[in-house]
């Protein structure tokens, strides 16, 4: 059975009645969709925003931008470095009776760190003791004492030499006198002038042999002395206040002359050795502040320039310098540093509060209040000096910025308070 059509192609009867409403549903939806494409932002922004007219202005301080002095400098970098370090050794041989200390131990001058056995070098004293008693004895001398004085003439070996010797010669006298006279015969003289000349050279012998006791003295003296040095050199002592680095023996051990036993390091002061360009090399000079800045320490050290290199080093062109830093016990020999040399203190600059800084993806930036909103600067900054930041750029003395932003956002409204 056909069904009739109208001259829009819509069947005729209850079922153009259905299509007919069909069609009006569909227009009905295409009239909102496109009512609802025609906004501009989305209900719920719409909503937000009146809120945020009616926000209260956040209550903030502000600080000047001021020009004080904060010097001229130039900055560096290097390494910390012990003042002294020194390999401590055993002077003597012996086998190690203790060690009190081990890494990290600090040490006070003449603190004795270690100790051969000093059994052996006792017995060495006690031997060289006796000797020069020995000796002393032989010169005519107290066995204890000091004095080595000796008159060779009144020694017993020289006053018997001479005795003889006088004698010989009063022989020979009588013997010149009695040949003179006919008594006796020419060689009877003889005789006694070649007794005379050997009783006179026996007599020169004890003086020499004297002489020779006291050399000996001498010796015997130096020798005990020497032992006694041996046993102090059983002692490994510190040779100034401190920290061990290094443990290098162990007890039970046996050590020969000059074996390391511990390694010893000064670290207070501490010396800052660093490289200067040669363009600002004339600028520094012996006696100039120094602040050094280490990894992980936020603190500022002080130090002053020592020493400096002669000359400049013609394969990188640098002034090598020294400076002495005061250790308050965070330092470490052997840390990185950086440092700014201090080269002129009078210099003026323009700074701002630390906390007036903040810092967000590597840019520095401050906020200042215009027409009582908060306005974004970036700034350029320079040196930081404790609770003050050195601007070079971005802001001009006199201006204001808030101090401790916090979240603050430009555009934001704000009111200064004092």
């Known amino acids: 059975m056909l069904q009739s059509m109208n001259y829009l192609g819509f069947p005729i009867g209850r079922g153009a009645f259905i299509c007919r409403r069909i069609a009006g549903l569909l227009l ?24 945020e007219e009616r926000g209260a202005p956040r209550q903030v301080k502000t600080a000047k931008v001021v020009e004080m002095p904060i010097g001229q ?18 002077k003597v041989p012996g086998r190690l009776r203790v060690i009190a200390v081990d890494l990290g131990s600090p040490v006070r001058r003449g603190q004795v760190i270690a100790q051969v056995e000093p059994q052996d070098y006792q017995l060495r004293i006690q ?37 003889v010797m006088e004698e010989a010669r009063l022989s020979r006298q009588r013997a010149v006198t009695l040949v003179e006279q006919g008594v006796i015969a020419r060689a009877e003289y003889d005789t006694a002038d070649a007794v005379y000349k050997v009783a006179y050279s026996r007599y020169q012998d004890a003086i020499e042999e004297i002489r020779n006791r006291q050399a000996l003295l001498a010796q015997r003296s ?14 490994v002592v510190a040779p100034f206040d401190g920290i061990v680095q290094e443990k290098q023996a162990s007890v039970g051990e046996y050590l020969a002359a000059g074996a390391p036993v511990a390694t010893v390091v000064r670290v207070n002061p501490l ?21 050094v800045t280490v990894e992980g320490d936020q603190s ?35 840390s990185f540093a950086s440092a700014e040399i201090v080269t002129n203190d009078v210099g003026m600059a323009a700074t701002v509060p630390a906390s007036a800084v903040v810092t967000f993806a590597g840019l520095d930036k401050v906020i200042t209040v215009e027409d009582g909103k908060a306005r974004e600067k970036p700034i350029t900054t320079g040196r930081r000096m404790g609770e003050w930041t050195e601007v070079l750029a971005g802001v001009n003395v006199g201006e204001s910025v808030v101090v401790n932003p916090g979240n603050l956002q430009s555009g934001q409204a704000v009111v200064v308070t004092e």
Do not use: M, W
């Open 127 to 163: 031997q060289a003791e006796a000797a020069l008693q020995q000796t002393r004895a032989r010169l005519g001398l107290a066995l204890e004492g000091t004095n080595e004085r000796v008159d060779p003439e009144q020694t017993g070996t020289v006053r018997q030499a001479r005795a």
């Open 222 to 235: 130096s020798e005990l002395a020497l032992a006694r040095q041996q046993l102090i050199g059983t002692s």
């Open 28 to 51: 009905a939806v295409c009239a909102l969709s496109a009512a609802a494409c025609k906004s501009d932002y989305p209900a719920s922004a719409q909503q937000n925003r009146p809120g």
């Open 73 to 90: 400098s130039v900055a560096v970098t290097g390494a910390l470095a012990a003042q002294d370090e020194s390999t401590l050794s055993v």
């Open 300 to 334: 500022v050290h002080t130090g002053r320039i020592v020493r400096l290199s002669p000359t400049i080093s013609e394969q990188n062109r640098v002034l090598i310098v020294e400076a002495e830093i005061i250790n308050s016990g965070n330092l470490r020999p052997g």
């Open 271 to 291: 010396r800052f050795r660093a490289e200067i360009p040669e363009r600002d090399a004339a600028t520094v000079r012996a006696g100039q502040s120094v602040r």
